[in-house]
């Protein structure tokens, strides 16, 4: 059992290390963007933050209908996978209410950071 389970945790890291390398890709916005998506409905709800937060201001871009004209950046893409449950007419998994309250926290304090580098006060 314990073979199995050191072969599973294996398995485990080098399908996220693939998953890195998918969102990180320079050749195709489309891979980006489905490596995206299977971070909204494959990774724990406690982890979405952290794997989406680096991504706020990227401002690589693709087209969510494929020609249709309907151009996005990631960084405009991250934040809405982390607060929509409607994508294009496909549901999300509902995130528990106390992680999404935590997420809506750190996008708070993302934008008082923000402002205060930019010369605003509270």
Same mark, same amino acid.
């Given at each position: 059992?314990?073979?199995?389970?050191?072969?599973?945790?294996?398995?485990?890291?080098?399908?996220?290390?693939?998953?890195?390398?998918?969102?990180?890709?320079?050749?195709?916005?489309?891979? /980006?963007?489905? @490596?995206?998506?299977?971070?909204? *409905?494959? #990774?724990?709800?406690?982890?979405?933050?952290?794997? $989406?937060?680096? =991504?706020?201001?990227?401002?690589?871009?693709?087209?969510? /209908?494929?020609? @249709?004209?309907?151009?996005?950046? *990631?960084? #405009?893409?991250?934040?809405?996978?982390?607060?929509? $449950?409607?994508? =294009?007419?496909?549901?999300?998994?509902?995130?528990?209410?106390?992680?999404?309250?935590?997420?809506?926290?750190? *996008?708070?304090?993302?934008?008082?950071?923000?402002?205060?580098?930019?010369?605003?006060?509270?």
């Amino acid at each position: 059992p314990l073979q199995t389970l050191q072969h599973s945790h294996h398995q485990v890291r080098s399908e996220l290390k693939q998953l890195v390398v998918m969102i990180n890709s320079n050749q195709s916005a489309y891979l /980006r963007g489905m @490596g995206f998506m299977y971070i909204r *409905f494959c #990774q724990p709800p406690s982890d979405l933050w952290a794997w $989406l937060e680096p =991504y706020l201001d990227d401002e690589d871009t693709v087209d969510q /209908r494929s020609g @249709g004209g309907d151009e996005l950046s *990631f960084g #405009q893409i991250a934040p809405e996978m982390l607060t929509k $449950l409607d994508w =294009y007419g496909t549901l999300f998994l509902r995130i528990p209410v106390p992680i999404q309250k935590d997420i809506d926290e750190k *996008f708070c304090e993302r934008n008082r950071l923000a402002l205060e580098s930019q010369g605003y006060e509270e």
